[in-house]
């Protein structure tokens, strides 16, 4: 080995030596058993399916604590839900619009006429081969997938947060969650599955 690569090695190995010292876990005078609620700067995390206030909503700063904190709270998470579904049905009818794009475009490429006798064979060769095989997956449109990849990437983390405000084990709202779910899929649902058939 070279010079330049024991004294590389060696270094690493000096820091995997030091390592271990710099990450000691040290006492910060919380009791960390799992055996009851935790109490929390605003409020307590029941371990269980409950109907208390004071539940931490995502954010360190929302924490409702009133009757009417919480009624809003289950408001604002049943609209949540509603835009949820609300960008499902939009994904669904895009998908469809550009599938009918993509479609068209490929209509297009198959029918464009020819010049000369030599390339009219070749073109006639390639056009049954594209009419016999059309392309299951659209070609790469930038604007299209950027767009198709933003909405997702917004519809997961709304997944998440619901994931998260379920983990709270606050009955209200989830119910709120599954509501607000329930009437965006009545209103919005059709959308999507009317794109996704006739797509």
């Keep these: 080995m070279s010079f330049r690569l024991t004294s590389l090695l060696s270094s690493f190995a000096a820091v995997l030596a030091l390592l271990p010292s710099l990450v000691k876990a040290h006492g910060n005078g919380m009791d960390m058993s799992m055996d009851g609620a935790m109490d929390l700067a605003m409020g307590q995390m029941l371990p269980y399916l409950h ?46 619009h550009w599938r009918k794009r993509a479609q068209i475009a490929q209509a297009d490429r198959i029918n464009l006429p020819t010049s000369s006798s030599t390339d009219k064979i070749s073109f006639t060769s390639n056009r049954i081969r594209d009419t016999v095989a059309l392309r299951n997956a659209p070609p790469f449109n930038f604007v299209h997938d950027l767009t198709r990849g933003v909405l997702h990437a917004v ?24 509501v607000g779910l329930g ?15 006739h797509g």
């Design 51 to 96: 109907f208390t206030p004071g539940d931490i909503v995502l954010f360190f700063g929302w924490v409702p604590t009133s009757k009417g904190a919480m009624v809003g709270t289950c408001i604002g998470l049943f609209l949540f839900a509603l835009v949820e579904r609300w960008i499902a049905a939009c994904r669904g009818v895009m998908e469809a």
């Design 155 to 178: 519809q997961v983390a709304i997944q998440f947060a619901f994931m998260l405000i379920v983990m709270t084990y606050q009955a209200s709202f989830i119910i709120a969650l599954v």
């Design 183 to 197: 009437v965006g899929e009545t209103l919005f649902g059709r959308y999507a599955s009317h794109a996704a058939l």
